[in-house]
């Protein structure tokens, strides 16, 4: 199938073939050849179809180059420029479900056959199930298969010559893209799908695209396991008993070194299936379009913007149009899969009784909470601190690389301890490591634990930028009590896999503050959950229907929150119910299964949090490890999710690189997050990095016009266009075509 003809808002015009019979006798008459020397060079950023070599950038040295140009050492110890990147994130709500399409372009620009590597966030609920590669008119679907598998496959392709994508899963929200073969002057597209649930708090729906990793921290081993040899000789070697210490840690740009990398449209679709009332992007600017059914177009204002932030998008119905509950099936094969959310109701004023809390309020200080993000928490943590009320008690500890304690336990929330406590937050300033799981064990740290009286409650403020996630999930699991963890993500990139993953070990929270205006908005919201007492007693039962549900232990809910559920069923027969307690009064809900509405994506839905809770029982110790990737795996290649245990691959079948040609590997960097402070993560000593390429560079990959999301044909591919110096040739064009009409005119006036 030809690449070009799937993709309706990527024309691309090409000139007559050379020798092609343009006028009579087949030569091209005089004023016409001046017109057409205009429009060559005028759509000259549209014809894909030049050579390498005329694309080819000379061998330079740094000093050469002009500012913002991103550079590859070759072995002569000059440069070229690297290979770059350019993403179109394009999104489809309906209803209770998203599906989102990403589009990385890569371009080579070089004179080498080069492999590029790029890590790259998704949401940590998404459930990526498709690849797409694109070469020339060629379009090659991936497979799942097992990651040791792809992995051999992907190399062997590598090997002889062949065009081949990899993706991989490095954590639920990080995942690395490796593209091989891309030749001398060549573009190659991959395209990865992914389907997540629409999040819901109170009357508030919302999506996040995260775009941008912010750069981890890896502590020291906390212990460390010695093998010994069996040839004799006694000596063993130390071994790092941290099984994830070291994840991908991709080239940061220092943007005092040039603008922003990485180009990225974002265009939604909004079908939210209620009246819609406030439709809002929280750190973007955005255009909408209302057409009369009821959709929601939005695109960002620009036309591109550097992926160096989250993109957030929320809206809510229509005044006194909130859906209390939601009901959604599909059917896949002979399955029948259901998605339910209930939210139960909120109790009256007269009728909350709060019981008095214990808070430990936990505020990273680490050197990449530098810049607006320190400010933001601190903000955060003087707003907490003031909603305490006098019969509460509470504790402050923060941390980097060191810790400190406020007070040797938690002490009344008066006056005199409450002064003391903003004092010593304002004083806070960023600097140094994240050693996270201390400051955890501290708060989790219960001296009395056999007080009912009190609620315990642990909020915990941090971008979660470190890599060893699973020590903090396992301190957790291990320590929780009867505390409550509220994870308080700052900044524009928090770790969001850290963050739910923790709530819910801690049977908490997540709240996102993505600026300082969002401060006061988002600890509201957390505050009407924590002075609220939860929902709790919940349970789910099916009358007629046998169900495999997710999750399988039902959490406490809090203000606002809707019960989330995810199930498979052998037949829609029947009805759902759902009990607990509201406050102190009885509270259920029935859902016939017949009056479920259509969904789509929700047999990924399950598969997905089906895998999270294997991987969350694994961490608690309540199956084997073996267990548990026997049950990922098999739910990976049923449903075909890439998975830790499964990846994506598609390989090219047709040789493109000559035999001998050499490969070389291009890691393509990424963003610091914006708000972060370069000097506060990396100090003096910069990371390892080529000098930044600028955004608005003629050489960029560059992309169409964020568009309207359409319904696409099955196995059919959008693409964005990706002329390389369009702009300046667009205008040289421009320029050669007045200076050929004027040639025109001045012969013709001499010709009189």
Known sequence: MNAKTLCNDADILRLPAAGAATGPRGHIPRMGAAILAGLAAFFLGFQPGRSAESTMPVAMKPGDVRAGSLLLRRGDDSYAEAVRLGLDVELVVSGPTVRARVTQAFRNPTRDWVEAVYAYPLPNAGAVDTLKMVVGDRVIVGNVKERAQARAVYEQAKREGRKAALVEQERPNIFTNAVANVGPGETVLVQIEYQEPVRQSGSEFSLRVPLVIGPRYNPAPVVQSVDFSTDGGGWGTATNSVADHAPPSPQVHDPAAGAPLNPTTISVRLQAGFPLGAVKSAHHEVTMQAPDDGTRIIKLKESAVPADRDFELSWAPAAGRTPAVGLFREQVGSADYLLAFVTPPALTQAEQRPLPREVIFVIDNSGSMGGTSIVQAKASLLYALGRLQPNDRFNVIRFDNTMDQLFPDAVRADAAHLGHAKAFVEALQAAGGTEMVPAMRAALTDRAAEEADHVRQVVFLTDGAIGNEQQLFDTIGQMRGRSRIFMVGIGSAPNSYLMTRAAELGRGTFTHIGSVADVEERMRGLFAKLENPAVTGLTVTFSDAVADMTPVAIPDLYR?????????????????????????????????????????????????????????????????????????????????????????????????????????????????????????????????????????????????????????????????????????????????????????????????
């Open 560 to 752: 606002g929150e809707p019960l989330v559920l995810a199930a498979r069923v052998d037949r829609l027969a029947g009805s759902l119910q759902v009990k607990g307690r509201v406050g102190d009064r009885p509270w259920s809900v029935t859902l016939p299964l017949a009056g479920a509405a259509e969904g789509k994506g929700l047999s990924k839905v399950w598969a997905r949090r089906k895998i999270s809770d294997a991987e969350i029982a694994r961490t608690l110790r309540q199956i084997k490890p073996e267990d548990a990737d026997m049950a990922i795996l098999s739910l990976a290649l049923e449903h075909q999710l890439v998975s830790r245990l499964t990846s994506l691959v598609a390989v090219d079948q047709t040789p493109s690189r000559p035999d001998g040609a050499p490969l070389t590997l291009a890691e393509l960097p990424i963003n610091l997050p914006a708000g972060w402070d370069f000097a506060s993560v990396f100090g003096e000593r910069a990371p390892r990095q080529a000098p930044a390429e600028r955004r608005a560079d003629a050489d960029t990959v560059r992309l169409a016009e964020a568009r309207p999301v359409l319904p696409a044909a099955p196995g059919s591919v959008k693409l964005p266009q990706t002329a390389t110096s369009a702009e300046l040739e667009l205008i040289a064009g421009s320029v050669l075509l007045m200076l050929s009409l004027c040639l025109v005119v001045r012969r013709q006036r001499f010709a009189r």
